[in-house]
């Protein structure tokens, strides 16, 4: 299997906290994990790459220094959202790209759900 | 940014009929992409994928066609059932193994 898991599935913040998401593959390592943003109703938007032993890589617009990742070992990775406003709320979907599997194929976590009062 | 428009096209099919969902993407260059599922508030849920080198690939149920021509993706399920009611995502894969979804497809089975 290719299983990857989120934690927490929700969580419920203050306006100004810093609240951390874990994304862990449990059955494959990933030296690469990817970081999305969904909406009501919309798409997936990727915002950054994740790499392990390196920095990750962002997308255009978005901001490093709010959402900080950190891979620490081949099967998790960290997004940090910090300090959190309303408009971050969001559904926060990750990714991982297993690793000697011959496959360009990305599993996908169950995504957390983020609430900032 | 993000897209502003809050409503998903629908297909609304009956239990048993064939379902196609239809995507377009944009970069000529992509040479990967991956039919995916979602259900409401989980993750996307891998269907089937499909490399430029082909243009019809099947799975059970499902078939992907792809149409570099005119950049176009299409998805076909067969004999539809109702837990195939969800939202449909294509997605191309570009630089570095980086996926960029489509807008989605809200898929509703009547039974």
């Known amino acids: 299997g290719a299983v990857v898991s989120q934690h927490p599935s929700w969580v419920i913040c203050k306006s100004g906290t810093s609240v951390k998401i874990e994304c862990r593959s449990l059955?494959?390592?990933?030296?690469?994990m990817f970081w999305y943003r969904q909406f009501p109703k919309q798409s997936l938007m990727l915002m950054a790459t994740s790499n392990e032993g390196s920095k990750a890589t962002y997308e255009q617009g978005v901001e490093k220094d709010k959402f900080l990742i950190n891979h620490a070992s081949l099967t998790l990775s960290t997004l940090t959202v910090t300090s959190a406003h309303p408009e971050d709320s969001s559904f926060y979907i990750c990714s991982a790209h297993p690793m000697d599997r011959g496959t360009d194929t990305q599993y996908f976590g169950p995504g957390t759900r983020l609430t900032v009062l | 940014g993000e897209s502003v428009g809050l409503h998903l096209p629908t297909l609304s099919v009956q239990e048993g009929d064939n379902s196609i969902i239809n995507c377009a993407y944009s970069?000529?260059?992509?040479?990967?992409f991956i039919w995916y599922k979602q259900e409401s508030g989980k993750g996307p849920q891998f269907i089937i994928d499909i490399r430029s080198n082909m243009d019809k690939r099947q799975g059970q149920r499902v078939t992907v066609l792809l149409n570099k021509t005119v950049k176009h993706l299409s998805l076909q399920i067969a004999a539809t059932q109702p837990g195939d009611s969800a939202v449909y995502f294509c997605?191309?894969?570009?630089?570095?193994?980086?996926?960029?979804f489509g807008k989605g497809n809200q898929v509703v089975v009547i039974p």
């Open positions: 970069n000529s260059a992509s040479d990967y």
């Open positions: 059955d494959f390592q990933a030296t690469t």
């Open positions: 997605a191309e894969m570009y630089g570095n193994n980086r996926l960029a």
